[in-house]
């Protein structure tokens, strides 16, 4: 299973998600129910790069997610 690990407010997020084949980032996000309104303020990270919402996810990965400061 793919592992997800939110930091910070985004902690209660984490989990595991069966993946059978490769799968799109951006089609993973919607399965995680993150609130609409902080989604584009996300990034996600997979072996300390930065990950695109096309990336491929496969089910033996691990992914930490961040939401980034934003606004001023």
Known sequence: MAK???HGML???SG???IEKEEKLEKIIEKMNLPENLKEH???L???LFLDK???IKDE???HF???PFGG
């Open 61 to 63: 990965d691990e992914v």
């Open 54 to 56: 096309d990336d491929l």
């Open 46 to 48: 997979r072996n300390h």
């Open 4 to 6: 997800f690990f939110g």
């Open 42 to 44: 996300i990034i996600f």
């Open 16 to 18: 595991e998600i069966k």
């Open 11 to 13: 902690e209660s997020f």
């Open 66 to 68: 961040y939401i980034l």
